[in-house]
């Protein structure tokens, strides 16, 4: 009698550092610790009224299935949006997502063959991990440095990276979880290194609103000479705090990935229709709205940043967009410490979770001494959180 084994790509794809530590955070909940989640980029400010009240409004008496690609009323309203950062494109150069998660998926499916690799700026965004083992692929890590706040590397070193089975270079800008925003001669770096080898680059812009100390934004898709080769992965979770909605969405002038990617979309039929309407909504928000939730996202980088350096032995740098940071803790290994910090430990019946920072690399080893901190609280709880951290580390080298 045979037996039954479960697939090796479900084998293989990791679980999350960024939720793999639930039952434990959910265990001290049920102890009555209350517990500061750090780990996840969950914004505690809300949701823009004018989401919500599209979709109250709406006129439906049936939730039918919505078009595969999207409704036309969202790709037409993100056109003057993706315009207002130098982006031009059509209505027809947009397909909408379930997530940006869902649009990273879809086009490294569409890409990429089995087999084939994608350079990605190391640290990245976890679930890069998770995607490229879904559609068979391999990760080929660029290093990055805390020293010089990830920085983009030599060209000599991303081009010894490249080999006959590289197909695309993934990155996010700001990137998730370094915080870094690259500059337009960066991104012009790493277009004429696409251009010249022919590959795709994708690039997941999710943070873009979120620029601090007079950083500028560029989008890939602003870069001259890009038309074939340049994608945007989208999303509009952490620009309107809806990370529930699942709406995210394709952008490129390059219509064969589009049309390809459409063909996924079929099979899924369609992203969520109610949700898409309350996006079309939140799209017509003024701009001072940005401009305030952008100042109190700097204000909470500042309180992990200072915290961080309040912290005997560890070590950070001052993220430019997104809200994220990797601070170097002096632990051997922080995944040990973080569920030590779920199980073992409390001040003033409280704890704090973060995200074991190995997970966001693919080079064996890297990242062990690191966590990923999301400062998606308010300054209140962040600057409680910290203190908290800052007890812990002492308590738990101390044992």
């Keep these: 009698m045979h037996e039954l084994s479960i697939a090796r790509r479900g084998q293989e794809v990791q679980a999350s550092p960024i939720r793999r530590l ?103 965004y976890t679930n890069y991990n998770s995607f490229a083992t879904m559609a068979g692929i391999s990760i080929v890590p660029v290093p990055g440095s805390p020293a010089d706040g990830f920085r983009l590397p030599p060209d000599d070193l991303l081009e010894s990276l490249i080999s006959s089975r590289t197909k695309a270079i993934l990155f996010s ?55 074939g080769h340049a994608v945007i992965c989208d999303s509009i979770s952490k620009r309107f705090s809806a990370c529930g909605a699942r709406i995210g969405n394709i952008v490129t002038h390059n219509l064969s990935v589009l049309e390809a990617a459409l063909k996924f979309g079929m099979a899924r039929l369609c992203p969520p229709a109610l949700e898409q309407i309350g996006a079309v909504a939140a799209l017509k928000v003024p701009e001072a709205y940005y401009a305030r939730v952008r100042e109190e996202y700097q204000l909470r980088r500042d309180v ?6 309040a912290i005997p032995g560890a070590q950070t740098y001052l993220p430019k967009g997104a809200f994220y940071s990797i601070a170097v803790l002096p632990v051997e290994d922080t995944n040990d410490f973080a569920a030590w910090m779920l199980s073992d430990f409390s001040y003033e019946g409280a704890t704090v979770m973060v995200a074991p920072a190995d ?3 693919a080079t064996p080893g890297a990242g062990r001494n690191e966590i990923r901190l999301a400062y998606v609280l308010n300054r209140q709880d962040l600057n409680k959180a910290m203190l908290i951290l800052q007890k812990g580390l002492c308590a738990y080298n101390s044992r």
């Design 173 to 227: 800008n700001p990137g998730n979880p370094t915080g870094v925003v690259y500059t337009r001669s960066e991104l012009e770096r790493l277009g004429r290194l696409a251009v010249k080898n022919g590959l795709f680059i994708l690039a997941d812009e999710v943070y873009r609103e979120f620029i601090y100390d007079g950083s500028v934004f560029t989008s890939i898709l602003s870069i001259d000479g890009l038309a």
């Design 22 to 124: 639930v039952p434990l955070a959910n265990r001290a909940k049920d102890q009555g610790i209350r517990v500061y989640h750090l780990n996840i980029g969950q914004p505690d400010i809300e949701t823009p009224p004018e989401y919500f009240r599209a979709i109250y409004d709406a006129d439906i008496k049936i939730l039918a299935y919505g078009e595969s690609g999207g409704q036309p009323e969202l790709r037409a309203g993100l056109v003057p949006y993706y315009a207002s950062f130098g982006v031009d494109v059509n209505e027809q150069e947009i397909l909408i997502t379930t997530g940006g998660s869902e649009a990273v998926l879809f086009c490294l499916l569409t890409c990429c063959n089995p087999g084939d690799e994608v350079l990605t700026l190391e640290p990245f």
């Design 359 to 361: 997970g966001f690399y």
């Design 304 to 309: 992990i940043y200072q915290g961080i350096l």
